[in-house]
Every structure is written in structure tokens, then in C-alpha cells.
């Protein structure tokens, strides 16, 4: 279940990066007032843990 939460968050971070590279978009900003926000600091601070936990995983799979 932890794998599909942090698949889930990775993909929303990599969409929104996108949008920030084509169209210079950041929605999780837009959509929580701010890149300063607490809940936008919470959401960016929980994709990055998710990257760290998966990027774990694929090392532990060898």
C-alpha cells in the first residue's frame, strides 16, 4: 500500500513539474496559495520523501 501512495505522489510531482517546464504552472502553488503554504510545503516535502522511498526500493529489488 506505502508503494502505491508513493507511485501516486511521484507521478502528481512529475506532472507538476511538468507544467512548471512547459507553461512555468506550479498548480500545487496555485492550488494551496503559495509555494510557502504549509499544505504545499507538506505535499512538495511528502513527493520527495516518496521519490527517497522508491528510489530505496529499486536499489533493495537487486
Same mark, same amino acid.
Given at each position: ?10 507521478? !502528481?510531482?512529475?506532472?507538476?513539474? $511538468? +507544467?512548471? #517546464?512547459?507553461?512555468? &504552472? ?15 510545503? !507538506?505535499?512538495?516535502?511528502?513527493? $520527495? +520523501?516518496? #521519490?527517497?522511498?522508491? &528510489? ?7
Amino acid at each position: 500500500m506505502l508503494t502505491w501512495i508513493a507511485l501516486i505522489l511521484i507521478i !502528481i510531482g512529475a506532472l507538476n513539474w $511538468g +507544467l512548471v #517546464g512547459l507553461f512555468q &504552472l506550479d498548480l500545487v502553488a496555485k492550488i494551496f496559495r503559495g509555494q510557502s503554504s504549509l499544505i504545499s510545503r !507538506i505535499i512538495y516535502t511528502l513527493i $520527495g +520523501l516518496s #521519490g527517497v522511498y522508491t &528510489l530505496i526500493m529499486l536499489i533493495l529489488r537487486r
